[in-house]
């Protein structure tokens, strides 16, 4: 089984993503991903950043302050455009690499890809699984991560909403409780999916 896994901004994909590792399924971070492209210096984004944002968005060390970028690609989703028209190219690569890699393997895997409908990611994957909680939970959850209201809600509106994402996935993950409570859930759909 290939999975896809999606959710909202604070829903708890990466709690997850855990719990399928820790049963011996390939897994895959789509932001850790992509951070390595930042911290690769991967010459098409690096250039594409340069020109687009000019010399003043990299720190003194040469890398892109990540922080100031986000703020100005959240905020104008034309420049968010431009570098998820460099960046999804690549992670697509790597994203089918690894599915390539795991049918060979015989092997599970999951793949966390937050903006995995919005991307079009799901036509790779056997299914899809989203991981959802109420919006004042997700907030309070992002909160004690030092995320404002604001920053929450930038970020929400270049997202398809959780509630969309959960109807169109074939597993749900409801994830309103604790930790424990996920993973007892969790249990219980792997058994499911591993029939």
Not at 19 to 32: G, K, V, Y
Request: with cysteine; charged share 30%.
């Amino acid at each position: 089984m290939i999975l896809g896994l999606t959710g909202g901004f604070g829903c708890g994909k990466s709690s997850v993503l855990r719990f399928f590792e820790s049963h011996s399924w390939f897994t895959l971070d789509a932001d850790a991903v992509c951070r390595d492209f930042y911290e690769m210096h991967h010459p098409l984004l690096m250039s594409c950043i340069e020109r687009e944002f000019g010399s003043d968005m990299f720190t003194s060390d040469g890398n892109v302050d990540r922080k100031k970028l986000g703020e100005i690609l959240f905020e104008y989703p034309e420049k968010m455009q431009l570098i998820t028209g460099v960046i999804y190219p690549l992670l697509t690569e790597k994203v089918l690499t690894a599915i390539d890699t795991c049918r060979q393997m015989n092997k599970n895997g999951v793949f966390e890809l937050p903006l995995l409908y919005e991307a079009g990611f799901d036509k790779y994957f056997d299914a899809v699984m989203a991981v959802w909680c109420p919006a004042e939970l997700r907030k309070e959850r992002l909160r004690g991560r030092n995320f404002s209201a604001d920053e929450v809600d930038r970020r929400d509106k270049m997202q398809i909403s959780p509630d969309e994402k959960l109807e169109r996935a074939d597993y749900a993950v409801l994830n309103t409780g604790s930790r424990e409570e996920l993973f007892q859930q969790l249990e219980k759909l792997l058994k499911n999916i591993e029939k």
